[in-house]
């Protein structure tokens, strides 16, 4: 017996919502969730055990609240002379997003992005109990910084959300437009770079823009470039001043001991976990080049994804690789379709599963 979800005396601002649901299916390429498909090297594993076994001997105290350690390290990982006080972290950057929305959104405010970007934005704001506004792209997924000061202006926003590069299109954003949307905004303005380490070496971090912009925060993630994402480890750089908002929302010991000593430990390995990185994207711009040879529209992409269009049918392609094996997304852009570059033998199998199905039509 079971009752239905409309019998419950639920939030009004929650019913009708449906929650996240990427499919977890038991496909043996599995391209559609944006994780790192290489597993984590041995010597790194070995490691984070260490580091864990360590932590179990004290494992009956609650952990260190304000995890100095691993905000020094994050600290030390970005760089730009960030220091420990202007670090937080949490279960994943979806946590760290989420305590931002519960200190700067809230009932009776609003938080903006532009659309399509992230799907977890909107979910999270109104979990928060804020609204979200959805604003608009170019016709090929940019941002210009003229665009985006005018659409901040006319909506008065209390949070933005900068997606750089953009999910689930690839897309760059540059500084320009993190500054003129500071500019325009009175309130926050998140520059999320989950997919930052996939863009060229010498692309500029919105880190560097940090001094004297109070109201900026740049988030962060392991889940990606540090093939983590079942650790749930997310950090953010801003303000000091940010972070002791954030104090005020976040649960008690949030960050266990185990997920500090996992993260710190994989973070004294950043180079060799990040030496996987240019092998995706080696593979990514491998899968743009043979997705425009096949036909279809590889948008540009500064991720370890490629959104494509030109997809008569997206069903109907997402239905016939996941048949052949390969699950990709369907991200709900019409005629369009979103593949995670994987190991260079995943690669292989989806684009050759593609051209089979391109044959038969
Ligand atoms: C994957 C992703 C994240 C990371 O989420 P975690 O909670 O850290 O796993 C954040 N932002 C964007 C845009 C993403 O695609």
Known sequence: MSARLEDLPLRDDLRGMTPYGAPQAPLSIALNVNENTHPVP???VDDILGQIARSLHEINRYPDREFVQLREAFADYLGEGLTADQMWAANGSNEVLQHLLQAFGGPGRTAMGFAPTYSMYPLLTRATGASWIAGTREPDFRLTPDSVS?????AQPDVVFLCAPNNPTGTPLELDVVDAAYEAARGIVIVDEAYQEFAPHDAPSA???????????????MSKAFAFAGARVGYLAADPAVVDALRLVR???????????AALAALRHAPLMLGMVDEIVAQRDRISATLEALGYVAHQSWTNF???????????????????????RDVGIPHHLRVTAGTEAETTAFLEALASIDSEA
């Open 42 to 44: 041995e010597e790194v």
């Open 150 to 154: 005018a659409q901040i202006a006319d």
């Open 207 to 221: 880190v560097t823009l940090l001094e004297g912009r109070e109201r900026l925060v740049v988030s962060r993630t």
């Open 251 to 261: 649960l008690p010991y949030h960050l266990s001991a185990l997920t500090q000593a």
């Open 306 to 328: 490629v959104l494509f269009g030109d997809v008569d049918d997206p069903a109907a392609t997402w239905q016939a690789l996941y048949d052949r094996g390969v699950l990709i």
